[in-house]
């Protein structure tokens, strides 16, 4: 267990459709990542916050948002939801802004029908 | 930019050893290493900072040579619970961001 919990664990939604990923951090860290992870596109970074503040962006969809709130959980929005978005969405947490380890969540398998 | 990883899979009997490379054709910063099981998480193995410093915990370990822009995974006397995906993270000299490779399948038989 590494300290970082998601929710929800699975969501299945039609395309057009809008959902919401939710993350919890480790106690003490400070930075929030997002991550994708498909088949044919492998481990890709989506976003990461650290202590509110937006501090890299990888190649985030426009349909795409996230944000981390004051007690520094992370929400992670998607809109306007297509079959290619089916994937595991992994958030993960580190103490610091770069240079650190990051652990994983157990991830949301999301399901776009 | 993503890292490549070779192998692309390998088996292994136990007790065998197996290294994984990672190459990038960026300037490396941070390497940072995990392995991943089906339809679990990945977990953090271990991460080497720009210095070619060479890391370890029991019996995996992992070069960082930063002149040839290469990372080196090395697994000795493997067991069967080191089956799974091998990832390379390369990191940024300024945010978390990590850039994977696109794995490494380790297959572990009695």
């Known amino acids: 267990d590494s300290g970082v919990t998601q929710t929800p664990k699975h969501l299945i939604t039609a395309t057009g459709q809008r959902v919401t990923l939710r993350c919890s951090p480790r106690s003490g860290d400070l930075s929030v990542y997002w991550y994708q992870q498909s088949l044919d596109q492998g481990l890709q970074f989506l976003i990461q916050?650290?202590?509110?503040?937006?501090?890299a962006k990888g190649n985030i969809l426009e349909r795409f948002s996230a944000q981390q709130f004051p007690d520094l959980h992370s929400e992670l929005n998607l809109s306007s939801l297509e079959l290619g978005d089916s994937a595991l969405y992994f958030c993960?947490?580190?103490?610091?802004?770069?240079?650190?380890?990051?652990?994983f969540g157990p991830g949301t398998r999301l399901t776009v029908l | 930019q993503q890292p490549v990883q070779s192998p692309q899979a390998v088996i292994l009997r136990e007790g065998e050893d197996a290294v994984i490379n990672c190459s990038s054709s960026?300037?490396?910063?941070?390497v940072h290493w995990y392995r991943q099981k089906h339809g679990e998480a990945p977990v953090f193995l271990m991460i080497?900072?720009?210095?070619?410093e060479q890391k370890g915990h029991d019996k995996i370990s992992a070069s960082f040579n930063e002149k040839k822009q290469q990372s080196s995974l090395y697994l000795t006397a493997s067991q069967l619970s080191y089956s799974g995906t091998y990832f390379c993270?390369?990191?940024?000299?300024?945010?978390?961001?990590?850039?994977f490779g696109q794995g490494t399948t380790l297959q572990v038989k009695p």
């Open positions: 960026k300037a490396l910063y941070s």
């Open positions: 993270g390369i990191g940024s000299s300024n945010t978390g961001k990590l850039i």
């Open positions: 916050y650290y202590n509110g503040e937006e501090r």
């Open positions: 993960a947490s580190s103490v610091g802004t770069r240079g650190n380890e990051q652990f």
């Open positions: 080497l900072l720009k210095g070619g």
